[in-house]
């Protein structure tokens, strides 16, 4: 049980209830309920709402997941759930729940560290991650650089954004444009059609030594662009501000990323967290990774944005290390640190 134990992941910590099944670091169910719908008119997550329909899709979508991997709750080798960071009132549900599975089945319960599952669902689809690894993590809620080792241990945080996360600037930007929420998914398929060199907005701490990023400028850079085009009476090309857009982050990134690697003597670069799923950045990542010699991998879109099956990932590599679980006191901790992976 301990090398390929089967393990049941929660996800709550924004607007995805997220339940995973893996057993190793086999797939068997990854089945999510998103509120989004219910926080588009507000242009954002609404805490309450999150939470409210975390509790409501929780026990269907544990059923829904459970006969996808055919198997039964008493089959559990342990729970895990998220932790943090994230919301947390929507943690908390996820915590409740985990506790009372783990209590009822007299399983292991595992507090896990969300950025740390973004990085453990890439051995679902390509095996033990390579060691170490650079990860670019950049999600709607962080961004940052991280150098791991070995994903059950402490990750060591290079760099991260020192305003506005890279999936938050892509938000913004969509919601300044019209397109709705979530931004990125809109903003990614505009661009496809635009031409990123047709506005040259700032690439802000491009240049700099350190491994930190910054979107708060660019983001009022298109704001003003727009502004203007409107002021002037023109019509504003929205796929061409996408295009230039999504091109001055993805540029910042996959430059920062590559350089960490070849500065840290690193090969291989993991892509990880919502904003990994946008096609430029995973084309440039390729393109710049290929030309310094440097493995690159991503794990499929879907995967990408939060679900369970990531926190079910992590848990497994936790029961197989043999690491210490979390006691049935856990806290919902919505600013746990990105160097703890496991909540106590
Ligand atoms: O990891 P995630 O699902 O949730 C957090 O942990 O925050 O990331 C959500 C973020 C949102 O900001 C969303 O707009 C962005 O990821 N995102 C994308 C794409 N798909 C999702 N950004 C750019 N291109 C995409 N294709
Ligand atoms: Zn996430």
């Known amino acids: 049980m301990i090398d390929e134990p089967l393990v049941l992941g929660i996800e709550t910590s924004c607007d995805e209830t997220g339940i995973g099944i893996v057993r ?25 709402v999150a939470s409210r329909a ?51 089945l007299d ?18 689809e390509h095996g033990p991650l390579p060691e170490p690894c650079v990860v670019l993590l950049v999600s709607g809620g962080h961004s940052s650089l991280l150098l791991v080792d070995d994903v059950t241990h402490p990750l060591d945080p290079l760099g ?16 300044l444009l019209g397109l709705g929420f979530p931004g990125g998914p809109a903003v990614d398929r505009l661009a496809t059609q635009g031409d990123r060199e047709a506005i040259a907005f700032p690439r802000s701490m491009a240049r700099d030594a ?40 993805v540029d910042v990134l996959t430059a920062k990323a590559v350089r960490a690697c070849r500065e840290r ?12 799923a946008n096609r430029r950045l995973r084309e440039l ?10 493995f690159l991998r991503a794990p499929r879109p879907g995967l990408c944005t939060d679900n369970g099956a990531m926190v079910a990932a992590l848990g497994s590599r936790l029961v197989a290390a043999r ?21 106590r």
Request: aromatic share 4%; charged share 15%.
């Open 54 to 104: 975390h509790l409501e899709a929780m026990v269907p979508t544990v059923a829904r997941a459970l006969e996808t991997a055919g198997v039964t709750l008493a089959d559990l080798d342990a729970v895990a759930v998220t932790a943090g960071p994230g919301l947390q009132g929507a943690l908390l549900v996820g915590v409740a729940a985990a506790k009372a599975y783990a209590l009822a």
């Open 210 to 249: 350190s491994y930190d990023v910054s979107f708060s400028g660019l983001k009022t850079a298109v704001a003003r662009w727009v502004e203007a085009k409107q002021a002037a009476g023109e019509p504003v090309p929205v796929a061409d501000v996408c295009a230039s857009f999504q091109e001055a982050v």
């Open 265 to 276: 003597g690193v090969g291989s670069l993991l892509l990880g967290g919502g904003v990994a």
């Open 107 to 124: 399983v292991p319960l595992y507090g896990v560290n969300h950025l740390a599952a973004h990085v453990a669902v890439d051995v679902l």
């Open 285 to 294: 990542a390729g393109q710049r990774c290929a030309a310094a010699g440097i």
């Open 160 to 175: 991260a954004t020192v305003d506005d996360a890279a999936g938050e600037a892509f938000d913004k930007v969509a919601r």
């Open 24 to 48: 190793g670091t086999t797939l068997l169910a990854d089945a999510v309920a998103s509120s989004v719908e219910q926080h588009a008119r507000f242009g954002g997550v609404v805490p309450e």
């Open 323 to 343: 690491v210490a679980p979390s006691s049935l006191d856990l806290p919902a901790d919505s600013a746990m640190d990105v160097r703890d992976v496991v909540c």
